[in-house]
């Protein structure tokens, strides 16, 4: 172990302190059914509720203190669902922020409340989320990720009654849109509340500092019914109509989706000729990178199931399974789920054009609340390569601190390798870190991953201190720092050198914040300073973001800054433009405009216009869906083409029942 190893290790280990065993602070409510479900209208009548148990006394989230925000709740259920209702009021005139009315929206900065559930108590967060706002806006995260289609998600009812100084909110969720087993068994659930004015959520349960599953509620001795399985698959028909100029050509596809219940916990799906040319994927930004960009993948067939599908770590390798590498395909499968309470599945297999066949699967077990242990692997076979990546990791946390290790071997026509990780963590009230040695060789590069850098071996470490005061004029300050000292196989430097941010929110809705880094390469040294402001009063759509850094890559200068704006001016119009340049001795820039009108919660009108690297695209679109039944779109132009296409799109979607 070299002098600068053993440093490194003593500086970041020197973070942390001896091991300290976290309790388990979970509450308890005793199950009660009803004989009558209470009616769903948003007003919780007298006497409704009374087969159900009152839910008070919240917490804050971030301080574990009792709050004095008016809050309680109400949860029961029956063979069909459970009904959970919540009462909510404000203190000293604070508003009520509500303004997204349309389904599955980000409901992060406005009011609302939520209902979570693990039927099968992992007690790793495993958890299927509801969430309502003021105007009745429904939000659902169901464990293992869905797209977006409703009747795939599940349909669930709520509603909502503003009052003289809150809301109420009830909502009733069938059992059947849940993965779940069946029987007499408790469950963990918990109760939230979020408060954008105070920037807090409230919990029934406190999750400690910092949040952990395992201090979510239980619920006890639940009877979860026996579903009557329906194997009949749910179809999803599509027919589009495309029409393009250079070259000219009018084109008529179609395709069909189907999903059926394997099991009451087990999903599968398939695709045949599935349409991703009307997806609007996420842009990728211009400017200096030594790695390949992360971009998120939004096409229905990937999304569905798609966290089951999580290979490698946060801080890790990189990505075992990058889905975007997998192209237009002419068919595809999917199974994904639960296969037992402490077991995960997720296994794809894709048939593409010039005879391409991709292969994705993963299985998790859990090690009771603290750990857990996966297998995965992915295959690529087409007329010139042929490749199999096979890799297991498992962690396993001891009070604060968490141990985590990983290993992988790629084999295949191209190259054969092996790569490996160990890492430990240490996460307490406002303190996180963790350091990692890995090692990655050059020819570890698998066609269906995401490695960022390849050919090095050596340490890394990064660090989170974030404090919330509850009062004065100071909401949140955060401090981070990441050091690197990793080598290739010669000995020589691959990256050596650090990082470091500090960020200060205000409660008058400003937030400043400086970084500097210094990081050496075997090709240079880059070094950068930069600064930061932004301005939100807790609303998405009223944001000003400024960013400003300057620097060397080796000899070098380099100069960059950029500005985003998000403006509402009148209701359900929203506009955006980001701008981003940099001047080195070449100079880039990317402008990105967006806008939007949402008509009502189905139907909206929106479009992109986005200049980079001398390109120019934009695209006009209408939208009708978001619920259940038949969808429509029409698209002029193309969301993902790098220039401007001369293109006119026309698709509907439909459910087919039979």
């Known amino acids: 172990m070299t002098r600068e190893f053993r440093t490194f290790i003593i500086t970041t280990v020197s973070l942390t302190s001896s091991l300290c065993w976290a309790g388990d602070s979970s509450r308890q409510l005793p199950a009660t059914a009803t004989a009558v479900p209470p009616a769903i209208d948003g007003v919780i009548s007298d006497g409704e509720w009374a087969a159900s148990t009152r839910l008070s006394n919240f917490y804050d989230a971030s301080s574990g203190e009792p709050i004095n925000m008016p809050t309680e709740a109400w949860v029961t259920y029956d063979s069909k669902a459970i009904y959970v209702a919540v009462r909510c009021e404000s203190l000293d005139g604070e508003p009520i922020l509500a303004r997204e009315i349309q389904p599955g929206a980000a409901m992060g900065q406005e009011d609302h409340v939520g209902f979570q559930i693990d039927p099968f108590l992992t007690r790793q967060g495993n958890r299927n989320t509801f969430r309502v706002n003021p105007l009745g806006t429904q939000g659902e995260d169901l464990a293992g990720g869905r797209a977006g289609k409703r009747e795939w998600r599940g349909l669930w009812r709520s509603a909502v009654t503003r009052t003289a100084n809150g809301y109420t909110v009830e909502m009733a969720i069938p059992w059947d849109i849940i993965s779940r087993p069946d029987g007499k068994r408790s469950v963990s659930f918990n109760v939230f509340r979020h408060c954008p004015q105070r920037a807090r959520t409230y919990f029934w349960s406190d999750l400690g500092r910092p949040n952990r599953g395992e201090n979510d509620g239980i619920w006890v001795d639940v009877e979860m019914p026996k579903g009557k399985l329906d194997r009949k698959p749910q179809l999803l028909g599509y027919v589009s109509a495309e029409g393009r100029r250079s070259p000219d050509y009018l084109r008529l596809r179609y395709g069909l989706d189907a999903k059926v219940r394997l099991t009451e916990s087990l999903n599968g799906i398939a695709t045949i000729s599935p349409d991703f040319q009307n997806i609007e994927q996420q842009v990728e930004a211009v400017g200096f990178t030594r790695t390949e960009r992360f971009l998120e993948d939004r096409r229905p067939f990937f999304a569905e199931g798609g966290q089951l599908f999580s290979m490698l770590s946060m801080f890790g390798i990189g990505r075992g399974f990058y889905s975007r590498r997998i192209g237009e395909i002419d068919a595809a499968a999917k199974v994904y789920g639960q296969l037992n309470p402490s077991t995960t599945v997720g296994a794809l297999a894709t048939a593409s054009p010039n005879s391409e066949y991709n292969f994705a699967g993963r299985i998790n077990r859990n090690l009771g609340a603290l750990g857990s242990a996966a297998v995965y692997a992915t295959a690529h076979r087409d007329d010139n390569l042929r490749e199999t990546l ?35 963590d240490y996460n307490v009230t406002n303190f996180f870190n963790t350091v990692t040695y890995r090692s990655v060789p050059t020819d570890f590069n698998p066609y269906l991953g995401l490695i960022p850098f390849r050919g090095y071996t050596g340490a890394f470490s990064y660090s989170e201190y974030v404090s919330q005061p509850s009062k004065g004029p100071i909401e949140r300050v955060r401090f981070e720092n990441e050091l690197a000292l990793e080598h290739k196989f010669d000995g020589s430097i691959h990256r050596r050198g650090a990082f470091g941010l500090a960020s200060i929110a205000l409660r008058s809705f400003h937030n400043f914040g400086a970084y500097v880094s210094s990081m050496q390469f075997s090709d240079s040294t880059d070094r950068e300073v930069g600064a930061f402001y932004n301005f939100s009063r807790r609303d998405p759509y009223n944001v000003l973001s400024l960013n400003y850094n300057v620097g060397s890559r080796g000899p070098q200068k380099v100069e960059s800054r950029s500005l985003g704006i998000q403006r509402r001016p009148i209701p359900k119009l929203d506009l955006g433009v980001r701008y981003f340049e940099e001047r080195s001795d070449s100079f880039v820039s990317q402008l990105v405009g967006t806008a939007s009108y949402q008509f009502d919660a189905k139907r909206s009108l929106s479009g992109r216009l986005v200049q980079s690297d001398g390109n120019l695209n934009s695209y006009l679109a209408y939208r009708e869906a978001g619920f259940e039944g038949s969808e429509f779109f029409v698209i002029l132009g193309d969301p993902n083409a790098p220039s401007f296409r001369t293109r006119l799109a026309v698709k509907w979607v439909t459910p087919i029942r039979w």
């Open 390 to 424: 096979l890799g297991s990791s498992a962690n396993y946390r001891f009070g604060n601190h968490l141990l985590f290790g990983h290993g992988a071997v790629l084999s295949g026509t191209r190259n054969n390798s092996t790569t490996y990780q160990v890492s430990a």
